[in-house]
């Protein structure tokens, strides 16, 4: 199924959504599965997109009209373009510099598997920055370590809510105290649960008694 996506910047009628769904609807969207914002990019608290990438399935593909209708930094651009190929969505973009990226051709394929890589190579620096910073730490006689931010009992309701598509994912955040990429450490946008859930959960589990 064809899910669109469109935005414009001001919400004080100066920018109007008509061209974006146009193209939407010239390109398959039923109307009813066109989803909008009238934001801006920066803003972290999008509902529509919100709802957007929760109501999201594998085999649905995403279509927006430009590719910054859809990310508000590079970072957030990556993270979410790696999260739909996760969740096997696709992801079609109708012009401007990113015309290329459609998962249902090849050389979409190609364009989306760069960004993937490009989402791999930022962990991979990220991690070899936290190795680094430990070994540094130990070095001067200090044990260091990421903390959860979440109990068990946090991932679960977390784990929960977001499979319900009527959560709110900035109450559901302002309830835990916590950000909206934080808790998508712990818990996918439908309620999967991320390294950063089990590794919790994995930890919360008692150590089995041995046994001779």
């Known amino acids: 199924m064809l899910i ?8 004080d009628g100066s920018q109007v959504l008509d061209l974006q769904i146009d193209a939407l609807i010239k390109e398959g969207v039923k109307k009813e599965n066109i989803y909008t914002d ?23 593909i995403l279509v927006v009209w430009k590719l910054d209708r859809l990310g508000r930094s590079l970072k957030h651009l990556i993270s979410t373009v790696d999260d739909l ?6 992801f079609k973009v109708l012009s401007g510099q ?4 459609d998962t249902t051709t090849p050389s979409g394929r190609m364009v989306f598997s760069i960004f993937a890589a490009l989402s791999e190579f930022e962990r991979e620096l990220n991690r070899e920055r936290t190795i680094a910073g430990l070994q540094a730490a130990r070095a001067r006689g200090r044990k260091g370590g990421r903390k959860f931010q979440l109990t068990k ?11 319900n598509r009527d959560t709110s994912v900035a ?8 950000t909206r990429p934080t808790l998508y450490r712990y818990v996918s946008p439908n309620g999967e649960l991320r ?4 590794r919790v959960l994995e930890i919360s589990k008692p150590t089995p008694t041995q046994t001779s």
């Open 98 to 101: 990113g015309v290329n990226i």
């Open 195 to 198: 390294e950063f859930g089990k």
């Open 85 to 90: 190929s996760q969740r096997k969505i696709g």
């Open 38 to 60: 009238k934001a801006s990019g920066a803003k972290e608290d999008r509902v529509g997109l919100e709802h957007c990438l929760k109501a999201l399935r594998a085999d649905d």
């Open 171 to 178: 109450e559901l955040c302002s309830e835990l105290g916590i």
């Open 153 to 163: 009992a946090q991932v679960r309701l977390a784990q929960a809510s977001m499979k």
């Open 4 to 11: 669109g996506y469109a935005r414009v910047s001001k919400s």
